[in-house]
């Protein structure tokens, strides 16, 4: 049997003729006005079909002709925008703990600048001890200007808790609430923590509401900015009122 057509061996022939297109009947001649001058050309059994026509090659497949598989486009360089919520709840929490250290960090700030009224507060009782300790007195002015009556007393020493001890202190003026009676570094350490609390709360507003991540220089900016603000803004509120 021939392996192309399943015919017999003998029955196909080696060669079959093949016509070749002439000019004249691409002009619109039919098949049986073509001349004689047309000649035949005789194709091997192996390059046609079984009606005689040629055996084309089938087009190479896509791989062959340089195909490279196309990849995912790039990811945007632009993050998407953040989700509120979050940020709404982080801005919250964030300008409140602020506020409070802002707050608490005020007068001591004045104090350690030497914005001041040097005085006496004598203690009317103090209860609970270390950071705990909670004492009240009365503070009276070294110039007599003023006297502040049932002001909480900051600093007290150890051994001179008892009531009626008259301890040396200091007052931003006559409608502050307390009067500070530490001396050396430790009127320090009443205002620098707090207001280093507020610049990590600013740059947690600034990180958690997504401002740095918006598209856009001008709008990151503007964001950035306003982020800052609402911190500053609380703390020379508060200084101001300490004053």
């Given at each position: 049997?021939?392996?192309?057509?399943?015919?017999?061996?003998?029955?196909?022939?080696r060669r079959v003729p093949v016509r070749q297109q002439s000019?004249?009947?691409?002009?619109?001649?039919?098949?049986?006005?073509?001349?004689?001058?047309?000649?035949?050309?005789?194709?091997?059994?192996?390059?046609?079909?079984?009606?005689?026509?040629?055996?084309?090659?089938?087009?190479?497949?896509?791989?062959?002709?340089?195909?490279?598989?196309?990849?995912?486009?790039?990811?945007?360089?632009?993050?998407?925008?953040?989700?509120?919520?979050?940020?709404?709840?982080?801005?919250?929490?964030?300008?409140?703990?602020?506020?409070?250290?802002?707050?608490?960090?005020?007068?001591?700030?004045?104090?350690?600048?030497?914005?001041?009224?040097?005085?006496?507060?004598?203690?009317?009782?103090?209860?609970?001890?270390?950071?705990?300790?909670?004492?009240?007195?009365?503070?009276?002015?070294?110039?007599?200007?003023?006297?502040?009556?049932?002001?909480?007393?900051?600093?007290?020493?150890?051994?001179?808790?008892?009531?009626?001890?008259?301890?040396?202190?200091?007052?931003?003026?006559?409608d502050a609430g307390t009067a500070y009676a530490d001396t050396?570094?430790?009127?320090?350490?009443?205002?620098?923590?707090?207001?280093?609390?507020?610049?990590?709360?600013?740059?947690?507003?600034?990180r958690w509401t997504g401002s740095a991540r918006l598209p856009?220089?001008?709008?990151?900016?503007?964001?950035?900015?306003?982020?800052?603000?609402?911190?500053?803004?609380?703390?020379?509120?508060?200084?101001?009122?300490?004053?």
């Amino acid at each position: 049997m021939e392996p192309t057509t399943g015919a017999p061996v003998d029955a196909v022939p080696r060669r079959v003729p093949v016509r070749q297109q002439s000019r004249l009947q691409r002009e619109g001649r039919s098949d049986g006005d073509t001349p004689d001058d047309v000649a035949a050309f005789w194709a091997p059994i192996e390059e046609v079909h079984w009606d005689g026509t040629p055996v084309r090659e089938d087009p190479a497949p896509s791989g062959d002709r340089g195909f490279r598989p196309v990849g995912r486009p790039a990811p945007s360089r632009t993050a998407p925008p953040p989700d509120p919520l979050p940020g709404l709840a982080a801005l919250v929490t964030l300008s409140l703990v602020a506020a409070f250290f802002a707050w608490v960090s005020a007068g001591p700030f004045w104090l350690a600048v030497g914005h001041a009224r040097v005085g006496t507060v004598v203690l009317d009782g103090c209860t609970g001890d270390g950071l705990t300790q909670r004492c009240r007195g009365t503070f009276t002015a070294d110039d007599g200007r003023f006297i502040a009556h049932g002001v909480r007393v900051s600093g007290v020493p150890a051994g001179e808790k008892a009531s009626g001890t008259s301890v040396p202190a200091r007052m931003t003026g006559p409608d502050a609430g307390t009067a500070y009676a530490d001396t050396g570094v430790g009127r320090h350490l009443l205002w620098l923590p707090g207001l280093l609390v507020v610049l990590a709360c600013t740059a947690g507003i600034v990180r958690w509401t997504g401002s740095a991540r918006l598209p856009g220089r001008r709008h990151r900016r503007w964001a950035v900015t306003a982020a800052i603000a609402g911190p500053v803004l609380i703390t020379v509120g508060f200084l101001a009122f300490a004053w």
